[in-house]
């Protein structure tokens, strides 16, 4: 992999393989995964949401597992101005 070196002169884009056109998405991303994960009536997407807990336990599962709490990391990565970084409580460790 060391001796791969770039070519010049060609042109380099971005292609999504999940669709005939080559363009992205929502729905081609959804089809991908409903074909690949399981494909007939038990898929990936269903099964996620068909677990047997609370909606908002799983909303929170949900978001945990996607980044989506406001965590002063998180916070910070979108911009916003924070003294710290680090967890109020222990002051040793970003939160």
């Given at each position: 992999m060391n001796n791969l070196k770039p070519k010049k002169d060609l042109y380099d884009k971005v292609v999504?393989?999940?669709?005939?056109?080559?363009?992205?998405s929502v729905k081609s991303?959804?089809?991908?995964?409903?074909?690949?994960?399981?494909?007939?009536?038990?898929?990936?997407?269903?099964?996620?949401?068909?677990?047997?807990?609370?909606?908002?336990?799983?909303?929170?599962?949900w978001s945990v597992l996607k980044g989506k709490i406001p965590t002063r990391v998180n916070l910070f990565r979108r911009g916003v101005s924070l003294p710290s970084l680090l967890c109020p409580l222990c002051n040793q460790v970003e939160e």
């Amino acid at each position: 992999m060391n001796n791969l070196k770039p070519k010049k002169d060609l042109y380099d884009k971005v292609v999504w393989l999940a669709q005939e056109d080559s363009m992205f998405s929502v729905k081609s991303t959804y089809d991908a995964l409903q074909s690949s994960v399981h494909p007939g009536p038990c898929s990936a997407m269903e099964t996620s949401w068909d677990i047997k807990v609370l909606s908002n336990a799983l909303s929170l599962a949900w978001s945990v597992l996607k980044g989506k709490i406001p965590t002063r990391v998180n916070l910070f990565r979108r911009g916003v101005s924070l003294p710290s970084l680090l967890c109020p409580l222990c002051n040793q460790v970003e939160e």
